[in-house]
């Protein structure tokens, strides 16, 4: 066991793995082949949530509209072109109970090579078909993470393909974090950013370019109280996993790693929760006022703004609105056939 002086150093290395820098060469080398998505403002929901009432103003970054449906792309695509072509001649796996799979086989069919992806047998049907559309394969396992991390390890120990890790990786983090470069060439004016947390990589990129390029700028992360790891960790500064994340938001269910703890416990400014009662209403929402798709782990963040769990007074507040693949078969609000 690690005695807390070690575990503090190992923290404060795993930080200083990825800086602004690293998040800035991430842009140049994949803003080329990634979309940039647009930020949307609905007067409508700054009513409902109480926003303009307090003198605030929401905008919504739109990565559920990049070409896979999610922001996923930039780390995915990031880690796989910072690697020489002879590192890649066996190809990629990754593990993935959805978009991190998509991305990581949109980005390898960008450099001609294969991908795998290894994924639970109770994931989406849809999910599984957009890894296949993109030209990956899909290897499917039991629904826990020793399984997937176990079927990922044999693929590379007989194939030589590179593991991508969906989450705990520096170019993984440094490619998620170029949705902050954007967004403030998009929007300077802001001045707080509501996110999504699951294990931690776009919390982690995005709030280390926030402040290396605006240090006064709050970085909020939002989990669902099901899967409150990041809540928990974040605030006893002690990292603790949730063994059964219970939560629709299935894209939310990972739990942080030691790096991305670091980095979180670091740069963003706090981390709150929601009750999964609130995320329905969230997510249809924001279908009805902004006209567009986004999964039930989008609207976690524009679910604390419903609850008022924030007092955002007199600011201009970004929601990165991170996917949108919905299995339009099984919409949460959909009645049952008869």
Known sequence: ??????AVAAAATAAAEVSAADVRAA?????????RTPVLESTQINVESGAAARGARLYFKCENLQEIGAF?????ANAIWTLAPEALRAGVVTHSSGNHGTAVAWAARQRGVS??????????????????????????????????????????????AVFIHP???ARVIAGQGT?????LEQLP??????LPVGGGGLASGVAVAAKALRPQMHVIGVEPAGADDANRSFHSGVLSGVSHPQTMADGLRASLSARTFALIRRYVDDVVTVQEETLVPAMRSLWINLHVLVEVSSAVPYAALLERRLQLRQAHVAVILTGGNVDLDALPWAQPQR
């Open 167 to 169: 989450y705990d990786d």
């Open 189 to 194: 004016e802001v001045d707080c950013v509501l």
């Open 1 to 6: 066991m690690q005695s807390s002086d070690t």
């Open 179 to 183: 949705i902050m470069l954007e967004l």
């Open 115 to 160: 991908a795998r992806v290894v994924m639970p047998r109770n994931s989406s049907a849809a999910k599984q078909a957009a890894v296949r559309r993109y030209g990956g394969e899909v290897l499917l396992c039991e629904s826990t993470l020793a399984a997937r991390e176990a079927m990922a390890a044999e693929v590379v120990a007989t194939t030589g």
């Open 27 to 35: 842009y140049q080398r994949i803003r080329a082949a990634i979309r």
């Open 72 to 76: 996923k792309a930039r780390g995915a």
